[in-house]
């Protein structure tokens, strides 16, 4: 098995080709054509997924956000980023990300969000193009929108919305009186979405990152900060489930420290 054999089902799944221009996805430690006898799935690639790599005998490391975003002036232990990189090269442990890539397809971050708030008539939020998957012309794009079965009270919403992503606390903007059924989202830092979210009809628009002002909400508009670590680490599980899928026998597994991984502490 080579990085190149478990990378064309990654990409099978979420290509290269629609990532957004500023992105990173993609293999950026190691050699396509490198040996892999081991994966280890994350969320982030920090010191410590890489040690856990190195623990259990994978040799390649596929996380959803980039390992490296922008060119690196110095690759020094005193930077996490850095000190990531020298013990990936040092152990001879590929690097891939699946990052907008695994955002922009309707099976992937914003889809996932979608299936645990038990939304129907789920269409991309703002479509970007089409892929052909199994022979099947699909529509890609950033965030998603789709309908509650029936609509729910702000209150209700709220619960809802806890309840699906493990939540005990979201930042939310002011109630409406309305109630909810149309809801939009958008995994990870969605702010840029908002009017597009309210473009589609959507009363309620989830996502991670929101700005102080971005709660300044018009009415009939409601917005909520779910986090952004909260909001995607779903994708985890989905890219575990399609390696898995594909190779049976193969080992693949998910970081030990997956839950715990988010750099941010609700104190």
């Given at each position: 098995?080579?990085?190149?054999?478990i990378?064309a089902v990654l990409?099978?799944?979420?290509?290269?080709?629609?990532q957004?221009?500023?992105?990173?996805?993609?293999?950026?430690?190691?050699?396509?054509d490198?040996?892999?006898?081991g994966?280890?799935?994350g969320f982030?690639?920090?010191?410590?997924?890489?040690?856990e790599?190195?623990a259990?005998?994978?040799?390649?490391?596929?996380?959803?956000?980039?390992?490296i975003f922008?060119?690196?002036?110095?690759i020094?232990?005193?930077?996490?980023?850095?000190l990531?990189?020298?013990?990936?090269?040092?152990a001879?442990?590929?690097?891939?990300?699946a990052?907008?890539?695994?955002?922009k397809?309707?099976s992937?971050?914003?889809?996932?969000?979608?299936?645990?708030l038990?939304?129907e008539?789920?269409?991309?939020?703002?479509?970007?193009?089409?892929?052909?998957?199994?022979?099947?012309?699909e529509?890609?794009?950033?965030?998603?929108v789709g309908?509650?079965?029936?609509?729910l009270?702000?209150?209700e919403?709220?619960?809802?919305?806890k309840?699906?992503?493990g939540?005990k606390?979201?930042?939310?903007?002011?109630?409406?009186?309305?109630k909810?059924r149309r809801?939009a989202?958008?995994g990870g830092?969605?702010?840029?979405?908002?009017?597009?979210?309210?473009a589609?009809g959507a009363?309620?628009?989830?996502?991670g990152?929101?700005?102080?002002h971005h709660?300044f909400t018009?009415?009939g508009?409601?917005?909520?900060?779910?986090?952004?670590?909260e909001?995607?680490?779903?994708?985890?599980?989905?890219?575990f489930?399609?390696?898995r899928?594909?190779?049976?026998?193969f080992a693949?597994r998910?970081?030990?420290?997956?839950k715990?991984?988010?750099?941010?502490?609700?104190l």
């Open positions: 098995m080579t990085v190149r054999d990378t990409e099978g799944f979420a290509p290269l080709s629609i957004e221009k500023w992105d990173n996805s993609g293999l950026c430690i190691g050699s396509p490198q040996e892999v006898h994966i280890l799935l982030d690639c920090t010191p410590a997924l890489i040690d790599a190195v259990v005998g994978a040799d390649l490391v596929v996380t959803h956000h980039p390992l922008g060119g690196l002036k110095r020094v232990p005193e930077d996490p980023v850095g990531a990189v020298i013990k990936a090269v040092r001879g442990i590929a690097v891939y990300a990052h907008t890539t695994a955002d397809v309707p992937g971050v914003s889809g996932a969000m979608a299936r645990r038990g939304l008539n789920v269409s991309i939020l703002e479509p970007d193009g089409t892929r052909f998957l199994d022979g099947t012309e529509t890609v794009g950033l965030g998603v309908d509650w079965p029936e609509p009270s702000c209150e919403a709220l619960a809802r919305v309840e699906a992503f939540l606390n979201v930042r939310c903007s002011r109630f409406i009186p309305e909810i809801v989202m958008c830092s969605g702010s840029s979405l908002i009017e597009a979210a309210r589609s009363q309620l628009y989830l996502c990152d929101v700005s102080y709660f018009p009415p508009f409601v917005l909520m900060d779910i986090g952004h670590f909001s995607e680490v779903e994708i985890v599980d989905i890219l489930s399609l390696l899928k594909k190779f049976p026998t693949v998910v970081s030990n420290a997956l715990d991984s988010n750099p941010i502490q609700y």
